[in-house]
Every structure is written in structure tokens, then in C-alpha cells.
């Protein structure tokens, strides 16, 4: 039975056309989306796994291993079987950062574009061999098609044939380019990727199977007979026994199972739309059981191969049906080969091409702005895909026949297996770095090029040492012994370097990233960028204003944010997907290249800090994946987190930077700052906070103080108190300070009742004034009636005049005094923006005229030596309160006769003014508690015990301070001394208080 080249042509032709109708039929949403996005589509499309190779080679590798090919079956379905281990963590990265390739991914975890150049080099160096087998299957099985496997064709018809296998396979990879153009090179068109793959698998997976089942029902007649036929030829069982060696088992496994995970087109279809737990799950079994069903024909098909007698068992699979007639079954067993080869080079030339244009030419190209750079990406992956077949091309017709499938293969592969250490340090060796990685890979690669292609260069696959008289065999014969010392070179010269050479910070930060399913410590970085805006606008110099905006816009869509965001956790994670973005498109290292350029991370001037909203992102969204002792550890983080948010004492965290970590639910109700939804506080800073509470909570934190007592906040017109306290975060194991709790207290109903309470002072004391003032009154009522009768019997002119002056003067006295008590029962201003210019002498004479007045006084002597040029800022009233309080408590502590002395000492901003008497002095255990509310020595109705209460307050509301001595000598004696602000006329400027840190702690003792 033999095919025309136009028959294989056209064959060949109608399926490549129908894989073309596939993926414009998904472009155009022709194939329903159920179908499209089916999690058995995505099993499917991994069936690029099954290449010309697994379709013929594995039929070869059979008859040359025996049962241990089935190594390449396992190792693969180990690694699915395992997927949530082995690959989840890798997806993961891929899907987060938007990483193409394994090159990327590479540049991700080692942070370095020499990382990527080298990995693009090592796979192309691996994978153009392996291209070239595809092509050399199209073409061999064609040859077989068109000749008859029972006889050998003459010279000339094979010379014939082979011109004609060269434009064939010219073609062909010309039709392969132009669909990977059309189809592969658009970006966001994966899903049209994966659905043709996964019909293309379809194909080639039901031709095997049917290939399986003719040669046990069509070759053999029934399982029974092909039994029987096993025992008449045990030889054929032996053979597959015998073969089956330990150490070729293991090496067969550990390469196949590399090779499932490093080369490039598995890793680009593995990783590409693995995006939900779901399909994680499902593909750790359906894929295993679809390898398990591929592994089905092998061996029924390599006997039937031995029952025909056929010549080659690398083609078994096509020669079966064609040596039993039956067309249309040699037709699909065709077919599938076609198929097999085509999706291999189809996702190869993809991700390669992908890799070589992103770490080769965008490092070397410049984009023109003014242009659409997503055109400009589109034709500089185009001319990659096109240069890759040309080059498969050019590797197939130099290939030489020392070199079978099977053993390119196996060079492949081998080669691959040199990015394990690399790959398998991104998630589970943080301590490996960059020149480890370069020292380990070029090592590997060295032995396998000195063990693998030298040999093609030599009569004799032998390395010879005269000096040592050392002969070391080389070459395919040999790969068990070279696998093994490749990959050991490579680990151990990857660990030491990685030992004993420095991290850089950058690749310490991402090496943590790629581990966080392990307890590391991620450390927060900061930006020099305010709001996404700036993005756009740095941005637009490398990719042009429309690209800048598209990419910009993506990522605050996929954040739910909007370009006015300026918090600055914010922005960090903005700046992530804006590069995981530029990452799909250009590569990790271009993209890398850009946002270190635009948008470079700095360390925060207070140093590390641990980046706690990273750590709590990660732990949500890891909830679900948590077990054991992590889950309960998880769990009670939890518990705290809920118990600060609920507290009803309002809370909040800063960062050493400033960044908000905390912001309870009381924090919001009193600060009336919404802390949810587009406008969540957590990650902004301190200072973005509307006013007054950004001013007043970031001078508050970066100030000396940990208490202000009384801190007076107008909002909406409404004047409120507060209390405020902070304490030092501090890192458990190195005690380093990480940040601040500070807590606020709304004192604003104790303020008023404080300021009741003061005004019921003052008409207290206005009562026991009352008796002296009815006394001092009544003298010049006397007066100026004794005046007025005089008045009635003068008649001189002069003497009239004398008596009105005096009944003037006696007036004068009374007008002064009322005044004095109108003014001493007046409530003053607690407010700092009410506050004047006061004069200090005066106060303190007001003060000691109203205490002239009580009938009850003590015979003490009140001298105030303060200057007439001492001027204050602050309420007038308030200032006499405190001296009428003070010079009280010295009169009722003063023996008659003594002396109360005031002085006042100036410093260039505040005055500090002395109140002495000469009594008894007040206790040392009561000292600390003279400045509490109530708190009085005096029997009971003789003191209200707010005295001195009232007099702490007033001061603190001036931002001044109050300090007590006592006994000033060996005989006793008390002496307070205020330090209060001096007036300056900047102040009158001023029309909201200043913050000024304050302690509330108990006067200190001198």
C-alpha cells in the first residue's frame, strides 16, 4: 500500500488548515465558551506533553529499556500527581507576576537580566535538537508512506525523495511559523492557544488509542491471543525484563520528570491558565489517569510490530496499520503524528520565541514612543518565531545519523535538567543567589556539551589524559554516567557559590516573595511617588502615553483603585502588577529594567521595617491552604486582630515610616475619618489624613512625649478634648523599635465638667469675698453720703468742687472693686485661638487686690517684684485664676506677718515665675497627689480640693508647665514655679492651636 507526496501533501495540509479554523473559530467565539473554558480543555492542552516523539520514540525507547520507558509516563504523572506541592507554588508566581517563561521566572527569583540571557541560551541550546527530531518524524513518516516498508528503495529514488523530504520540511515549517505569527504572537490570546492544543492533543491521543486497539483486535484478534503469542515468544518478555535495570530506571525517571517541569513548552502550557485552586486539584488526577491511558498502546503496539516483522520500531506506530492494509487507520496513525509533531513545535517556537525576544533583543531595542509599541512587540515576536524555523530547519539538515531520535531526546532532556537546582532553589532555597545559579548552570552545561556534542567531533567517544594515563568514555553510550555527574557538578558548585558570595537586598526581597509560604520576614520599601498619576506621566518616556495609560489603568481596575490613590501601600502593590503587567508583555527583565528606572524602591531613612500589610495579605489569602499548627497560629492572629478592631478605646498602629497598620473601629467614630471601601486607611500615611487629625496624630508619634493630657480639636465648628498616649512597637527577638500604638481618648464631657467646676470656684470664692467687698463698698458709701449732706450747706464754689472730686474718687473705689468681681467671675477662654496679650504684673496685682478683700485674711504681706514689661500669651481671667489659687493656698499655709514672695525669671521664649511662701511646706508623701482633683488636707468644708487642680489645667491650657518645691528651707516654706510662653506678635497670626507636645505626669520634684 503506498501514498503520493500529493496525498501526504494534502493530508498534511487539511490538518494544519483545520488547527488554523480552530483558533479563529475561538478568536471569533464561534466555539462556545463552556467548551473553551472547560477545566478538561486545559487537561487536554496539556497533551503538548505528547510530542513525535512519545507518539514514536516511546515505542523505541520500549523495545531499548523495557518496562522502564514506563519511567517517562510516571515521572510526569509524579509531578502532576504532586502538583500542589511541586507546581503550585510556581503557578502561583507565574499567575501573580504574570511570568511567560521559565527564563522569566528565573529573572524573577534571582533578580538579574544575565539570568535570563543564560537561561535563553542553555534552553535553545537544549530544545533546537529536539525541534529538529519534530521535522525529521514529518519527514520520515512521510518517506515510509510513500515507500514500501517491506523493501528498500534504490539509490536514486531515495536521492529523489530526500530533495523532496527538504521541501516538505521547509514547508511545513513555514505553515508552523505563520500559524504561531497569526495565532501566538497576539497578546491575551491564550485561550485560542490552549483550545487548538487541546484539539490537537485530542487527535493524536484517540489515534494512539486506536493504533493500541488494531494491534490487539486487528493484529493479534483478542487479548487472548496476543497472551498466547507473549508465551510462544518469551524472549520478547524477557527482553523487556532484562532491560529493565535499576539504575536505568531511576535516571530514565529522573530525567523525564525534569524534563516535565524545565522544558519550555510544558512549562508555557503548564503554567498559563493554571489560575484557580479548582483546576489545581483536578489536574493532579485527570492528568496522571490521561498519561495513563496514552501508556496503554505502547506495548501491544511494539509486539504487533514483532509479529509483522517490521524493521524499525521508532515507527511501529505507522508501520502497524500500514503492513496490515488498512488505509484509512495507516491515514489517523498519520495524522497523529502530524498532530504530535505540531504541537510541540507550535508552543516550542511560542516560548521560545518569547524568551529570545524579551532577555536577547528588548534589552537591545528602544521602543519608538510615537508609535503603538504592542504592534512593535507583535513583529519582533514574529521575526523571533520565524528565525526559530529557519534555524530548526537548517539544525535538521545538518543532523547527524550518529545521533538517533531517541538519543537527541535524551540530550535534550539531559540538558533541561540542569535548571533543576535553579528552578527548585526559587521556593525552597532562599539563601541561593544569582552567581551560584550562573556558577551551576554554566558548569552543568560544560560537561554536557563536553559529553554530548564532542563526541561529534571525535574518531573515537573517548576523553583522553596522557599525563595522567586517564581515559574517560563519553558520548550517548555513556548519558546514565554523564547525567549523573552533571547535575552533582551542578548542585554542589550552585550551594557553594550561593554560600560563600553576597545576596544582594533586591534578590534577598525577592527570594522572600518566592517563599512565603515559609516564615519569612518581607520588609517594607518605599517609593519616591505620590499617586498613580505619576505612573502614567514617568512611565510614558519608555512606552508612549497610550501604552503608559492602558497598562497603568489595568492594574489600579484589577486593584479597585483610582489614578488619585496615594497611599502608599498602595501604590507598592500598584507598582507590582504594573510590572507584572509590562512582564507579560515585554519579559521580566525589560519590565525590571523599566520600573527600576521610573520607579526605584529605596529603604525607609528609619531602616527595615517589616512590611506588616504584606505579611497580612499574604496570610488571607493563604487562609484557606493552612493546616495544623500554622492554621491555629493563623487563627489566633485573627482573634487579636478582631479584638483591637472592636475595642471601644480608640486605636491605632504606625509604622517607623509613618504608614498607617492599624485603625480600629473606635478610631473611625471618633476621629469621623471612614476607614473601609475606597477609602481604606491602612497602608496610607499619617499625613494624608485630612486635618486636623494627620497634623496632629504625626506630631504626636515623631515628638518625645508619650502623653498629651488635654489636646483641643475643633471639627465642624465644634470645639472637642482629647488625650492622647503612644508606646513603642518593638520587634520580639532583637527588642529593635518596629513602630507605635497610639490610643486616644475623647475627654471632652470631664473638660466641661472641669470648666463647671472652675466657674463654681469662682463664685465660691466670690462668696467668701462677699463679706470684704460689702465692707470696702460700704466705707465710701459712707463717704459720699457724709459728702453729699456737706453738700447741702455749701455754698462756696471751691468747696463744691472739692467735695465732688472726693465723692468722684470714692466712686472710682467702688466701680474698680465690682469690677474686680466681674471680671474674677467671668469664665475666660479655653481655646488658643481666643488668646491675647496679657500683662503679668497685672494679673498677679488683680490677683492680690481680690484677695484683699476677704474680712477673714491672714495679716500677710503679698510682694510682687514682677517687671511691668513681662507680657503673656494666653486668657486674662484664666492667668488671675491661677494666681488667686495659689496665693490663697500661701495664705491659708503662711503664718501672719510673713511674706508671700512672687518673682518671675525671663529665657528667650517663656517666663518662669516663682510663688513662695514661708509656711510649713507640704509632705513628702503628699507631693505627688496635690494636683488631683479633690484631693485637699483641709478639714471637711474648709476645701474643695480643685484648687491647685484648676491651676495644673489652666496652665497646660497655655502650654506651660507647673513644678512644686517643698520645704524650700530647714524651717519649711513652699515654692511653685510656672513656666508659661512669653507673647510675640507671630502669634497673633495664628488662627488655629498649635501642637505642642505636653506631659500629664505629676510635677517633679526639685
Not at 385 to 397: D, H, P, T
Not at 522 to 549: M, T, Y
Not at 730 to 739: A, L, V
Request: aromatic share 10%.
Amino acid at each position: 500500500m503506498n501514498f503520493t507526496l500529493s496525498h501526504i501533501a494534502i493530508i498534511g495540509i487539511i490538518y494544519l488548515g483545520l488547527l488554523f479554523g480552530v483558533a479563529y473559530a475561538t478568536n471569533r467565539r464561534l466555539i462556545p465558551t463552556r467548551i473553551t473554558r472547560h477545566p478538561f480543555t486545559y487537561i487536554l492542552s496539556l497533551g503538548v506533553f505528547f510530542s513525535a516523539w512519545t507518539y514514536y520514540g516511546v515505542i523505541d525507547l520500549a523495545n531499548e529499556y523495557g518496562y522502564s520507558a514506563l519511567a517517562y509516563y510516571m515521572g510526569t504523572g509524579a509531578l502532576f500527581l504532586f502538583a500542589p506541592i511541586v507546581q503550585a507554588p510556581l503557578t502561583e508566581l507565574c499567575q501573580r507576576f504574570q511570568l511567560r517563561s521559565i527564563a522569566d521566572l528565573l529573572v524573577f527569583r534571582y533578580n538579574s537580566q544575565v539570568a535570563g540571557t543564560l537561561t535563553t541560551f542553555c534552553i535553545a541550546l537544549a530544545i533546537l535538537p529536539m525541534m529538529a527530531i519534530q521535522i525529521q518524524f514529518i519527514t520520515d513518516t512521510s518517506f515510509i508512506l510513500v515507500s514500501d516498508v517491506s523493501s528498500d528503495p534504490d539509490f536514486e529514488e531515495w536521492i529523489k525523495w530526500l530533495k523532496q523530504g527538504y521541501i516538505m520540511a521547509f514547508v511545513y515549517c513555514l505553515i508552523i511559523a505563520i500559524f504561531c505569527m497569526t495565532f501566538g504572537a497576539s497578546y491575551g490570546q491564550y485561550r485560542s492557544l490552549i483550545t487548538t492544543m487541546a484539539f490537537d492533543s485530542l487527535i493524536k491521543i484517540c489515534a494512539l488509542l486506536a493504533i493500541g486497539l488494531f494491534a490487539v483486535y486487528g493484529v493479534f484478534g483478542s487479548l487472548d491471543n496476543l497472551d498466547l503469542w507473549l508465551n510462544q515468544n518469551p524472549e520478547r518478555l524477557n527482553q523487556l525484563y532484562h532491560s529493565n535495570t535499576q539504575s536505568s530506571f531511576h535516571n530514565l525517571l529522573l530525567v523525564f520528570l525534569s524534563a516535565s517541569i524545565l522544558m519550555p513548552h510544558i512549562f508555557h502550557m503548564n503554567h498559563i491558565d493554571m489560575s484557580t485552586k479548582q483546576l489545581t486539584h483536578l489536574v493532579t488526577w485527570a492528568f496522571p489517569t490521561l498519561l495513563l491511558i496514552v501508556a496503554l498502546p505502547v506495548f501491544p503496539i511494539l509486539w504487533a510490530g514483532f509479529k509483522l516483522d517490521l524493521p524499525d520500531p521508532m515507527y511501529f506506530t505507522l508501520s502497524v496499520p500500514m503492513q496490515a492494509n488498512s488505509v484509512i487507520l495507516t491515514i489517523i496513525a498519520y495524522i497523529g503524528g502530524v498532530s504530535a509533531a505540531s504541537g510541540a513545535l507550535v508552543v516550542v517556537m511560542l516560548s521560545l520565541s518569547t524568551m529570545i525576544a524579551n532577555h536577547w533583543v528588548l534589552p537591545l531595542f528602544k521602543f519608538k514612543t510615537e508609535k503603538d509599541i504592542y504592534a512593535q512587540l507583535r513583529w519582533l515576536q514574529r521575526i523571533s518565531i520565524l528565525g526559530i524555523a529557519l534555524i530548526s530547519y537548517a539544525i535538521y539538515r545538518l543532523i547527524d545519523n550518529d545521533y538517533g531520535p531517541v538519543h537527541l531526546a535524551f540530550i535534550t532532556f539531559i540538558q533541561a535538567l540542569q535548571f533543576l537546582p535553579g528552578v527548585f532553589a526559587i521556593c525552597y532555597f532562599p539563601s541561593a543567589n544569582r552567581y551560584g545559579f550562573y556558577s551551576g548552570i554554566i558548569a552543568g552545561t560544560l560537561i554536557w556539551a563536553i559529553g554530548f556534542v564532542l563526541p561529534l567531533f571525535l574518531d573515537e567517544p573517548t576523553l583522553v589524559f596522557p599525563l595522567i594515563n586517564l581515559e574517560i568514555p563519553i558520548g550517548i553510550g555513556h548519558w546514565e554516567n554523564i547525567t549523573i555527574i552533571t547535575l552533582a557538578t551542578n548542585i554542589i558548585i550552585f550551594a557553594l557559590v550561593s554560600r560563600f558570595t553576597t545576596t544582594s537586598d533586591e534578590e534577598h526581597y525577592h527570594a522572600e516573595i518566592c517563599a512565603e509560604d515559609e516564615l519569612s520576614r518581607p520588609f517594607r520599601r518605599s517609593l519616591d511617588i505620590h499617586s498613580a498619576k505619576d505612573f502614567k506621566l514617568r512611565l510614558a518616556d519608555s512606552i508612549g502615553n497610550n501604552a503608559a495609560n492602558h497598562e497603568v489603568n489595568k492594574a489600579l481596575k484589577l486593584l479597585n483603585c483610582n489614578e488619585n490613590e496615594t497611599r502608599p501601600y498602595a501604590l507598592r502593590h500598584l507598582r507590582i502588577h504594573i510590572q507584572a503587567n509590562l512582564a507579560s508583555l515585554m519579559g521580566q527583565t525589560v519590565a525590571t529594567e523599566l520600573m527600576d528606572k521610573h520607579f526605584p524602591y529605596s529603604i525607609p531613612q528609619t531602616g527595615e521595617v517589616l512590611d506588616i500589610n504584606l505579611m497580612e495579605t499574604r496570610l488571607d489569602r493563604m487562609n484557606s491552604s493552612l493546616f495544623g499548627l500554622t492554621a491555629d497560629v493563623n487563627q489566633l492572629r485573627l482573634y487579636y486582630r478582631e479584638t483591637l478592631q472592636e475595642l471601644p478605646m480608640a486605636i491605632c498602629s504606625l509604622g517607623m515610616d509613618d504608614e498607617i497598620l492599624l485603625w480600629n473601629s473606635a478610631m473611625t467614630k471618633v476621629t469621623q475619618i471612614i476607614n473601609s471601601g475606597d477609602n481604606d486607611l491602612i497602608g496610607s500615611n499619617i499625613n494624608s489624613l485630612p486635618e486636623p487629625w494627620g497634623q496632629l496624630i504625626f506630631n504626636f508619634a515623631n515628638s518625645n512625649e508619650t502623653h498629651i493630657n488635654k489636646q483641643a480639636v475643633d471639627s465642624n465648628g465644634l470645639t472637642r478634648w482629647y488625650r492622647f498616649h503612644k508606646s513603642a512597637i518593638q520587634e520580639t527577638s532583637s527588642r529593635r523599635q518596629e513602630g507605635q500604638a497610639i490610643l486616644v481618648e475623647d475627654i471632652t464631657e470631664f473638660k466641661l465638667l472641669e470648666q463647671e467646676v472652675m466657674h463654681n470656684t469662682r463664685l465660691a470664692s466670690i462668696g467668701r469675698l462677699a463679706a470684704g467687698v460689702a465692707h470696702e463698698i460700704g466705707n465710701p458709701v459712707t463717704g459720699i453720703a457724709c459728702l453729699a449732706q456737706n453738700l447741702q450747706y455749701d455754698n462756696e464754689e471751691d468747696s463744691r468742687q472739692e467735695t465732688a472730686t472726693a465723692i468722684l474718687s470714692q466712686t472710682d473705689r467702688i466701680s474698680r472693686i465690682v469690677q474686680s468681681l466681674v471680671t474674677f467671675a467671668h469664665t475666660g477662654q479655653a481655646s488658643q485661638k481666643d488668646f491675647h496679650k496679657v500683662a503679668l504684673r497685672q494679673c498677679i496685682d488683680e490677683a492680690i487686690h481680690l484677695l484683699s478683700l476677704q474680712t477673714d485674711r491672714k495679716q500677710i504681706e503679698y510682694s510682687n517684684l514682677v517687671a511691668d514689661d513681662i507680657y503673656l500669651w494666653g486668657d486674662t481671667q484664666r492667668i488671675i485664676q491661677v494666681f488667686i489659687n495659689l496665693l490663697s493656698n500661701a495664705n491659708d499655709a503662711s503664718p501672719d506677718y510673713s511674706t508671700v514672695t512672687i518673682t518671675a525669671k525671663l529665657t528667650p521664649s517663656c517666663v518662669h515665675i516663682n510663688v513662695c511662701d514661708e509656711g510649713t511646706g507640704i509632705p513628702q508623701e503628699h507631693l505627688d497627689q496635690i494636683m488631683d482633683p479633690f484631693f485637699t488636707t483641709k478639714e471637711a468644708g474648709e476645701g474643695t480640693g480643685l484648687g491647685l487642680s484648676v491651676v495644673f489645667s489652666v496652665i497646660e491650657e497655655h502650654q506651660g508647665h507647673i513644678d512644686v518645691t517643698s520645704p524650700t528651707s530647714h524651717h519649711g516654706g513652699t515654692c511653685f514655679t510656672i513656666k508659661l510662653p512669653l507673647y510675640s506678635e507671630a502669634l497673633e497670626t495664628i488662627d488655629q492651636p498649635l501642637h505642642t507636645s505636653m506631659t500629664d505626669d505629676p510635677p517633679s520634684n526639685e
